[in-house]
């Protein structure tokens, strides 16, 4: 009986020394780690709420001080795109002695180059236009008007508008019709064009035409606002026009404008590229490439701030739960959990306060940036980078506020802790 014993004490021993008589603490699945993490949290809301709110306060703060200035900034980009930012002017050198013609398919030419986003044209009829043919042909009502040939987009391209009536449609181009310009209207004598009244006629060399818009001024081209327009195919059909455009409008991408200003003589007019005059970029663009690169990091930095107190409002809350929660610590130690256990609940809870914060900041820093455009009139620019540096950044800030609480709790003895009142 006593050879067995003998044999086995040896085999207890080698079993002692590779670690197979230990207890093996139990391992907790994520989940259970994660639920005893938010433990803290369900359990005193009040406190994690207060804690919670330096974090929301912070990230609400980068992201209305990121987002107004970007609603603001995207107001002003439109501004100042209105003011023909991205639009070039092309036309024939003025002062030849022979005047160049820009060929017909000048238009169609630019629209192929690959930053052109639109282009339309106008033309000069050098044709007369009067009230009415009571009218000799030496009266002022029709001195300094000029009748030009207008594209359907022209509108478009200019930025142009229409005071009332309406501009040519694919029917109206093709009959005699007429659009007035601001002044030109004035200077006819013709007002506001309305539906249930019959349209005014004007007479352009000989030929009654319809009026059937009148513009408002357009800013970006003056010389519309003392202009006749006419549809182009009427203007070939009545007037003798050869459909040679005496001016192009053009609009580009704004990153290639230079480019495309370089390209547009030898595309327009490729016999004699030298003759064509290109307007030069609007003062406007730079004044927006400028504004594009400006930024206030002044507003960032107290953003910053604001989490970093945030951070250890935090790390303040964390410590003072170690501290009120040592015997339930104790407990659970002298139950088998182990040091990283307790490590990783109590850096889940501070992790789980920023992330609340964060969520909450977010929404609400959302809100305001929503409500402060719409009431300036201002689209509403979220921009996400901020949004979700400003989120990670307090998970960031939350996992090192909870590193040293975490730390302290795991090396808590348990006969310490449970002795603690």
């Known amino acids: 009986m006593t050879a067995p014993a003998k044999r086995s004490r040896p085999a207890?021993?080698?079993?002692?020394?590779?670690?197979?008589?230990?207890?093996?603490?139990v391992r907790l699945a994520l989940l259970d780690l994660l639920g005893l993490g938010l433990l803290g949290l369900r359990t005193r809301k009040l406190r994690a709420v207060l804690s919670a709110l330096g974090i929301s306060i912070g990230v609400a703060t980068m992201v209305v001080v990121t987002g107004i200035p970007a609603s603001s900034q995207r107001a002003l980009m439109e501004e100042i795109s209105a003011l023909g930012?991205?639009?070039?002017?092309?036309?024939?050198?003025?002062?030849?002695?022979?005047?160049?013609?820009?060929?017909?398919?000048?238009v169609g030419m630019v629209r192929r180059v690959g930053p052109v986003t639109e282009a339309s044209a106008v033309a000069n009829t050098h044709a007369a236009v009067q009230r009415s043919d009571l009218i000799g042909d030496d009266d002022f009502s029709g001195t300094g008007l000029s009748v030009l040939a207008a594209r359907r987009d022209?509108?478009?391209?200019?930025?142009?508008?229409?005071?009332?009536?309406?501009f040519f449609s694919a029917a109206d181009e093709q009959f005699p019709t007429a659009v007035l310009g601001y002044r030109a209207a004035s200077q006819l004598g013709i007002g506001e064009i309305r539906e249930n009244a019959p349209p005014p006629q004007i007479q352009i060399d000989k030929s009654w035409f319809t009026v059937?818009?009148?513009?408002?001024?357009?800013?970006?081209?003056?010389?519309?606002?003392?202009?006749?327009l006419t549809g182009w195919a009427a203007a070939k059909k009545t007037l003798r026009f050869e459909g040679n455009p005496t001016v192009i409008y053009v609009k580009a991408r704004e990153d290639y404008l230079e480019d495309v200003r370089s390209v547009l003589p030898a595309t327009v007019f490729?016999?004699?590229?030298?003759q064509v005059q290109i307007s030069r970029p609007s003062d406007a663009l730079a004044a927006k490439r400028a504004t594009q690169h400006t930024f206030s990091?002044?507003?960032?930095?107290?953003?910053?701030?604001?989490?970093?107190?945030?951070?250890?409002?935090v790390a303040n809350t964390m410590v003072i739960s170690v501290l009120e929660r040592r015997r339930d610590i104790g407990l659970r130690r002298a139950l088998g959990a182990t040091r990283g256990q307790i490590r990783v609940q109590f850096l889940t809870e501070s992790v789980g306060l920023s992330l609340l914060g964060a969520i909450a900041g977010t929404l609400f820093g959302v809100l305001i940036d929503i409500g402060y455009a719409a009431h300036q009139g201002w689209p509403t620019v979220i921009p996400l980078l901020p949004v979700t540096g400003g989120c990670l950044g307090a998970v960031l800030i939350g996992m090192a506020a909870?590193?040293?609480?975490?730390?302290?709790a795991a090396r808590l003895p348990p006969t310490e802790a449970l002795a603690s009142t």
């Open 402 to 408: 909870g590193v040293y609480p975490s730390v302290r």
């Open 85 to 106: 930012s991205n639009m070039l002017r092309v036309q024939p050198l003025a002062g030849q002695a022979v005047p160049v013609k820009l060929p017909e398919e000048a």
């Open 212 to 228: 059937i818009g009148v513009l408002h001024s357009v800013p970006l081209s003056n010389d519309l606002d003392n202009a006749v």
């Open 154 to 166: 022209l509108l478009s391209v200019v930025g142009g508008k229409v005071f009332s009536g309406r």
């Open 12 to 25: 207890r021993r080698r079993r002692r020394r590779r670690g197979e008589d230990r207890i093996k603490p």
């Open 270 to 274: 490729p016999e004699q590229p030298g």
């Open 297 to 313: 990091s002044l507003f960032l930095a107290l953003a910053g701030v604001a989490l970093l107190v945030g951070g250890v409002g």
